[in-house]
């Protein structure tokens, strides 16, 4: 049987794609306290519009020492309307999900007061004219152990989605965040604070002023 050629992915490309890559003892105790941050994302075929759109789920929570947290801006960085909230029993697992045909995520995790934080762009290419397209994926920021010294779980929950962590180059030189980005970044680490987190923190309600006009419609489905 012929095998197909595919060129290998390298580390960035699998980083764009799947996340944040965490060690073993991070994702046990994520597992071990109960927080589900999905960062997966899947293409789905509207029917109602006939084309393609990238279907993600904002997702996750925190305990006190931990948190992680996954959810989904507009190419502009600002909040885009949910397709479907999601209430369960559950706490830090699925709250929302959203198709678009562009999506940018966010993912954010936690230990104490030191923070991870991913911001990847994904789109859909067109193979050839009729096929099933693929996800572009690429990454605006990654910034690896900042920190922000407030207990925003705790006595300074106050700020919780007014303040971002600092990340620092190797040199010591301050990695910024790109501007327009800022306000979802500390949605996100207002989820990734958030103690037995139970509602969204980035997608919004249908109709709400804040989220974007020309998004993708489709009935909500319950896979």
């Known amino acids: 049987m012929a095998t197909e050629n595919r060129a290998p992915v390298n580390r960035r490309e699998l980083l764009a794609l799947r996340g944040l890559r965490l060690p073993d003892i991070t994702l046990q105790a994520l597992q071990k306290a109960g927080i589900y941050s999905l960062a997966s994302l899947t293409i789905e075929h509207q029917n109602s519009t006939n084309r393609y759109v990238i279907r993600g789920q904002e997702s996750g929570g925190a305990v006190a020492d931990l948190g992680a947290y996954c959810g989904f801006v507009g190419e502009d960085g600002n909040p885009i309307p949910w397709l479907q909230r999601v209430d369960t029993l559950a706490v830090n697992g699925i709250h929302a999900r959203v198709v678009a045909a562009t ?18 762009k994904h789109s859909l290419r067109q193979l ?38 600092e990340f620092l180059r190797k040199s010591g030189d301050p990695l910024m965040l790109p501007s327009r980005f800022q306000d979802a970044v500390s949605r996100a680490v207002a989820g990734v604070t958030c103690l037995g987190c139970r509602h969204t923190h980035m997608l919004v309600p249908r109709g709400s002023s804040d989220s974007c006009k020309d998004q993708v419609e489709e009935q909500p489905t319950s896979g």
């Open 103 to 120: 999506l940018v995520r966010v993912q954010v995790v936690r230990v104490l007061r030191t923070y991870d934080l991913l911001i990847t």
């Open 128 to 165: 050839d004219s009729k096929g099933r397209p693929a996800l572009d994926n690429s990454i605006i920021f990654l910034g690896r152990q900042g920190t922000l010294e407030l207990d925003l779980w705790g006595k300074d929950d106050s700020l919780r989605g007014r303040v971002c962590p």
